[in-house]
């Protein structure tokens, strides 16, 4: 409308740089963005090779395994078809089919008992982060495979559900 602005309560410690009278002069004014590591090897994991896990990694410290990924209705939607009362929560059967891939890694083919806790809830909004490890060998050769989830957040909290 005509007025001047003063910029001196905002450029104490700065000075004014003019910005481009046109927009379409090809001219980056943005510091370039580092590229993301966007696949496990690059992460330093391996891929995990199951629809439902992204990646895995041997412990270092012992002869353990960790399988990893993300899941909801948004990606995984056939999960959709599994409803409880209108509620849809991942099958048994899936967890089962956790337990035997995360298994089949360390070279083991048997799955003796498999004892849910709770049922993990999927909701069309919200991602489930996957944790499933497999224990060191017990003094009979056995593995324990637990499987863990917690709400997919950009935090680095780490409480389980």
Known sequence: AGLTVDWTPWTRTGHLTDLPTYAFQHRRHWLPAAKPVLDAAGLGLNPA???LLGAAVRLASQDG???????SLTTHS???DH???GTVILPGT????LA????DQVGYRVLDELTLERPLVLTDTAHSVIQVTVTTPDTDGRRTVTIHSRPHTTDTDTTDD
């Open 49 to 51: 090779g199951h629809p």
């Open 65 to 71: 395994l960790v399988l990893t990924g993300q899941m």
């Open 78 to 80: 056939w999960l959709a």
């Open 83 to 85: 409803g409880v009362f």
């Open 94 to 97: 899936a967890f089962v089919e």
């Open 100 to 103: 035997l891939h995360a298994a």
